[in-house]
């Protein structure tokens, strides 16, 4: 396993990603445990976007329960439909929000929280679980992190 990440400083977000991608598909490969990998997937991201928020959420029955994250304590518990995640869930669809408070029945676990994106992944077609990832500022996610965070979430696929 590769203990060092290596991060271009000076380059845009799209490189950005083309550099951590492989190093993340190294990381996670060849280790099994799920929440084991989602939690190195956490680290990686906020260690290189500085997000303010960027965790999972895990179908457990019929509720998404929060997994490993990083950022200010968040809600637990989200129920099928329901906010941002909640819906990227039910419609398995990544969910590009540029103004939360426009998103209706959006949950604000922060009221910091301005800007999010959700990207869901699933085992053997159904979805078992959401990537969130969230911004103190307005319109902060863009195509390009929809891109590149739904490309992340297919590699992870091929893990589980
Ligand atoms: N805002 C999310 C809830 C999760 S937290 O932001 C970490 C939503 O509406 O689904």
Same mark, same amino acid.
Request: glycine residues 6%; hydrophobic residues 45%.
């Given at each position: ?5 290596? &991060? ?15 190093? &993340? ?15 190195? &997937? ?30 200010? &304590? ?87």
């Amino acid at each position: 396993m590769a203990e060092t990440l290596y &991060i271009p400083t000076d380059a845009d977000k799209a490189k950005k990603y083309e550099a951590i991608l492989p190093q &993340i598909e190294a990381l996670i490969s060849g280790e099994a445990d799920l929440v084991a990998n989602l939690a190195n &997937i956490a680290a990686v991201l906020r260690t290189t976007f500085g997000f303010f928020w960027v965790g999972f959420y895990l179908v457990k029955d019929d509720q998404l329960v929060l997994g490993p994250f990083q950022g200010p &304590i968040a809600c637990t518990r989200i129920n099928l439909g329901r906010g941002v995640c909640g819906t990227a869930w039910k419609e398995n669809q990544t969910q590009l929000v540029p103004d939360v408070e426009a998103f209706p029945g959006h949950i604000a676990c922060s009221s910091a929280s301005k800007s999010e994106i959700v990207v869901p992944f699933s085992k053997n077609g159904i979805v078992i679980g959401v990537l969130d990832v969230d911004s103190d500022q307005l319109t902060d996610f863009d195509d390009t992190d929809q891109i590149y965070l739904e490309k992340l979430m297919s590699i992870l696929e091929k893990t589980i």
